[in-house]
């Protein structure tokens, strides 16, 4: 079984340009998060999608961030423009089915995509 | 505001020493409870979980974690740890009733040393 594919692995602008990362989920997952991870930390959630619905986007910085999932499958996280701050390591994972609002276990996560804004 | 603490940033043993990783929560709420690890270059991955049951879990590579719910702990034990087990553990906690939410800790950077 494939697991999630994320894409590019790295990445390396220039400030104030324009970046996008893009997220296939495990097949059958219908729950899909974009976390960021600096050095040295624990991943923090930005958004989260049950199908095509952003259900907590609470912490996407939305003056620059967006991010799409239209389809309810794969996703994009738009940065535009970045800034210095914005380096880090965008993770994206995937978690079936949540039943009667539980929480049903694991999230499986990409290789992440690491962002180096200069 | 939930959050998940881990205690010890950087552990450094040497091979066959035993491990222990703290791990507290602030959540009023029942919880399921998760290890993740990362080896260097590698994805998250699970290394264990609790959802209910016996509050001791044994996950992969002979981990096991202790849920004290007194405590609003989920230690993380190995026995003997392995060169291969270096890599970074990050504690996380899914509030239940709340959908699929995760909240992690900062992590634990683990250095064995042959």
């Known amino acids: 079984e494939a697991g999630v594919v994320q894409s590019p692995r790295y990445k390396i602008i220039e400030k104030k340009q324009p970046v996008a990362f893009w997220c296939n989920p495990i097949s059958g997952h219908n729950t899909l998060y974009w976390y960021l991870q600096n050095l040295g930390q624990g991943p923090e959630l930005l958004i989260r999608y049950e199908n095509e619905e952003a259900v907590d986007d609470s912490q996407l910085p939305k003056d620059r961030f967006s991010a799409e999932r239209l389809k309810g499958v794969d996703s994009t996280l738009k940065i535009q423009p970045a800034e210095l701050g914005d380096s880090a390591v965008y993770l994206c994972?995937?978690?079936?089915?949540?039943?009667?609002?539980?929480?049903?276990?694991?999230?499986?996560f990409g290789e992440g995509s690491r962002l180096t804004v200069l | 505001a939930q959050s998940v603490s881990q205690h010890n940033h950087h552990v450094i043993l040497s091979e066959a020493a035993s491990l222990e990783l703290g791990c507290n929560y602030s959540?009023?709420?029942?919880?399921?409870l998760f290890w993740y690890v990362q080896y260097p270059g590698q994805h998250l991955q699970l290394l264990l979980k609790y959802f209910s049951g016996d509050p001791l879990v044994k996950g992969i590579k002979g981990f096991e974690a202790e849920f004290i719910k007194s405590k609003f702990s989920f230690n993380l034990r190995k026995p003997s740890v392995q060169w291969s087990d270096t890599a970074e553990y990050f504690c996380?906690?899914?509030?239940?009733?709340?959908?699929?939410?995760?909240?992690f800790g900062t992590g634990t950077s683990l250095t064995v040393i042959p």
């Open positions: 996380a906690v899914g509030p239940r009733g709340t959908g699929n939410q995760f909240y």
């Open positions: 959540y009023g709420g029942t919880v399921n």
């Open positions: 994972a995937s978690s079936p089915l949540s039943l009667a609002g539980g929480n049903t276990g694991e999230l499986f």
